[in-house]
């Protein structure tokens, strides 16, 4: 009997031995071996049954072993969307991005993502309200923009001196200009130039103004946004809060005795308004024409912008 024991004993040993050395030299396969993961398939059924949760730790799992999958990236970011952890969805939809720069369904997902965050309205950048900054290209000029539905502001600040315009309609109003800028070329002209400028150096960097965080952000770049040359941008961005974003950068063009550009300010993205009736410029000229412009003398008092409406050849555009 014991003889059988040790026999049976022998040949289990036998059989173990067989399978963890075959005659091949492989190791045989366990039972507990991981197996390849469909990592793609699975997340569709999560979200097939709206099991976000399972979809999330899913989709971690996935990031991890497949770090440079974008497809990992827009799962995770809408399990965190459907959980309504919507900074964690922004940044991981943005990494699908990053990885994949033409993924339509990550970027349409991202946007509906700032969308519910807070980052209220989704600005997007050509939708400004008002720019402020200050540029040192050779000088330093502070200058500020804001649109209007019906009018633009416009600002120059050089030292003590301060020139400011309202385009209005068929008119134009200045304050702070001496005679021969008045008839002249005006000091305006070519001002939507560095605002250009500013929207495209942190537009190409940062696609939509939300992505910008309410920490401060550091961002360095080698590109050429605006088809002038490549240049090196460096600087820093923040959004204050849910309208306004602050910045300050230097972008470097890359060729022999290439030029600086420097320009710190904030950028505003507050509804779009009529400017008002009561805005006062009774110490304003009021002018007409595009480059060379011709001062006009109205025949009636004008106090605020209400007056200036009453001049027949100086209503608005409609």
Not at 160 to 187: D, F, H
Request: hydrophobic residues 35%; contains cysteine; charged residues 20%.
């Amino acid at each position: 009997m014991v003889h059988g024991v040790l026999i049976v004993v022998l040949i289990q040993l036998c059989v173990m031995t067989a399978q963890a050395n075959p005659a091949n030299g492989t190791t045989a396969p366990s039972v507990d071996q991981p197996t390849t993961i469909d990592w793609p398939n699975k997340a569709s059924i999560f979200e097939k049954h709206k099991n976000w949760q399972g979809l999330k730790e899913h989709a971690l799992r996935w990031t991890q072993t497949e770090p440079m999958s974008s497809d990992a990236w827009y799962n995770l970011g809408t399990a965190y969307e459907k959980t309504n952890q919507y900074a964690e969805a922004i940044e991981a939809y943005r990494q699908a991005i990053r990885i994949k720069p033409n993924y339509t369904n990550a970027q349409n997902a991202l946007k509906l993502a700032y969308e519910a965050s807070a980052c209220p309205g989704q600005p997007e950048w050509q939708n400004f309200s008002t720019v402020s900054f200050t540029i040192n290209m050779g000088k330093s000029s502070s200058l500020t923009l804001t649109r209007y539905t019906d009018a633009l502001y416009a600002k120059i600040v050089n030292g003590t001196q301060t020139k400011e315009m309202y385009q209005y309609g068929g008119a134009t109003l200045y304050r702070g200009l001496t005679p021969s800028e008045l008839t002249g070329v005006s000091p305006f002209f070519m001002l939507d130039m560095p605002v250009g400028m500013i929207i495209s150096f942190l537009g190409y960097h940062f696609m939509h103004p939300c992505w910008i965080n309410s920490s401060e952000t550091q961002f360095t770049y080698e590109a050429d946004p605006i088809s002038s040359g490549t240049n090196n941008v460096t600087g820093i961005a923040r959004r204050i809060n849910d309208t306004t974003i602050i910045f300050d950068f230097t972008a470097v063009e890359k060729k022999e005795q290439g030029a600086t550009f420097k320009a710190s300010g904030r950028i505003e993205f507050a509804a779009i308004t009529p400017l008002p009736n009561d805005t006062v410029i009774s110490d304003w000229v009021i002018t007409k024409g595009a480059l060379k412009a011709e001062v006009i003398t109205p025949n009636e008092t004008v106090e605020t912008i209400k007056d200036v409406k009453k001049l027949e050849l100086l209503k608005p555009n409609r």
